[in-house]
């Protein structure tokens, strides 16, 4: 089955930042699925399940408002990008940890060997790094084995 797009996953305490980033993926010529394409009336998880499984990429944005959080949609959607992470071979590009604010990357486990923590992420802050940083990351999105 072919891939259709990037999946977008963050905090809606970010909201404003990511409606930005997002605008800008598009700008950049990605195509991006977030929970804002979610028709009214639809089911909302199963369409984020689909959604994941038609992703060539998952961007998570994480921030200082998400490491405050003990709850948030993110988590869900963080471990559901990680079990389909682990269906690509080593060092695949999968899963890309976007940074907004300065913070901690969560010490989620991948598998027995690797943790979030220890996939490069890219930095977006502060705001010169904005732009070189949205770039760095169109780049490697290209990059994955399935992009279209």
């Not at 909201?15 to 009214?40: C, K, N, Y």
């Not at 990429?57 to 079990?83: K, M």
């Amino acid at each position: 089955m072919a891939k259709k797009h990037v999946f977008l996953s963050y905090c809606r305490d970010n909201a404003d930042a990511v409606r930005r980033f997002h605008s800008e993926l598009i700008a950049a010529g990605e195509t991006v699925w977030w929970d804002q394409d979610i028709p009214l009336g639809q089911d909302w998880k199963m369409a984020i399940r689909q959604a994941m499984q038609d992703a060539y990429a998952v961007v998570v944005c994480l921030s200082a408002e998400t490491s405050a959080r003990y709850t948030s949609g993110i988590y869900p959607e963080l471990y559901d990008a990680i079990e389909a992470y682990r269906e690509y071979a080593p060092g695949s590009s999968f899963l890309f940890p976007v940074k907004l604010s300065p913070c901690e990357l969560p010490l989620i486990e991948i598998d027995a060997t690797r943790t979030l923590k220890r996939l490069q992420s890219v930095d977006l802050f502060p705001p010169p790094s904005w732009s070189p940083g949205i770039q760095r990351l169109v780049q490697e999105l290209r990059s994955t084995s399935h992009h279209p």
